[in-house]
């Protein structure tokens, strides 16, 4: 009995047939009314803070382009390690994308920065119960599709908008809510499930913002002017 729960474990860890794919990362929803040209900041601190790697090794960073000690914190953008959690670099991306494509006009003088941090990150929820009961009938409502485990990521943004004379003009905050499953034939595996989850509640989140963003346009559009 004990070698077959530990082969069905398996099967279902690893054979699950949904991958993590680049339209994970890719935002959608383009504003309406962009904002000039923006430097994109993540306060990779807050990033790290917030997700503990799948396996547990040292995360490193590096400043790539932007240094640090601007605003008080560490602000860079940075690259993807190999001992590096990968949720870091799929929500980086996800920002600058944002930010590139979706919020401002990615052409021409930049007008001032934008800046995003995580103000709180629940993203290691384990939905356990499904294991259990998996293991209880001996995973044969598994093969009919049910559920072997869940993740869900519980994610809060926060982005600043700066001038070229790095005084605030507007913050904006927003939460989002995601849950993925491991299952045998539809859901992913756990690390993947839980990359897809932060993914797509990082996205939601960002949505909401930029909702609030696209209502504010034309004053911060006068302001990031004004300074020129």
């Known amino acids: 009995m004990k070698k077959l729960l530990f082969y069905f474990s398996i099967i279902f860890l690893f054979g699950s ?3 993590m794919k680049i339209q994970d990362i890719t935002p959608t929803g383009k504003n309406s009314v962009l904002l000039p040209a923006l430097t994109p900041h993540v306060d990779i601190k807050s990033f790290e803070n ?3 790697n799948l396996s547990p090794v040292f995360i490193e960073s590096r400043p790539v382009f932007y240094g640090t000690d601007l605003w008080g914190v560490d602000l860079i953008e940075t690259r993807a390690y190999a001992d590096a959690d990968p949720r870091i670099q799929d929500a980086v991306s996800i920002f600058i994308k944002d930010v590139k494509e979706n919020i401002t006009d990615p052409y021409g003088e930049k007008q001032g920065d934008i800046l995003c941090r995580i103000t709180f990150g629940d993203v290691n929820s384990r939905g356990l119960g499904w ?5 209880l009938t001996l995973y044969v ?7 072997y485990m869940s993740n869900k990521a519980n994610i809060e ?3 600043q908008i700066f001038d070229n ?3 605030l003009i507007k913050r904006y905050q927003a939460d989002c809510t995601n849950k993925k499953y491991v299952a045998l034939y539809w859901g992913s595996n756990y690390p993947t499930a839980a990359r897809r989850a932060n993914a797509a509640a990082f996205k939601c989140a960002m949505n909401k913002i930029k909702k609030q963003i696209e209502l504010d346009a034309p004053e911060i559009i006068k302001k990031l002017k004004d300074t020129m």
């Open 141 to 147: 409502p598994n093969l009919f599709g049910m559920p």
């Open 50 to 52: 917030t997700y503990i």
């Open 17 to 19: 047939c949904v991958t």
């Open 165 to 167: 004379n790095k005084e």
């Open 157 to 159: 943004l926060e982005v």
């Open 131 to 135: 294991f259990f009961l998996s293991s």
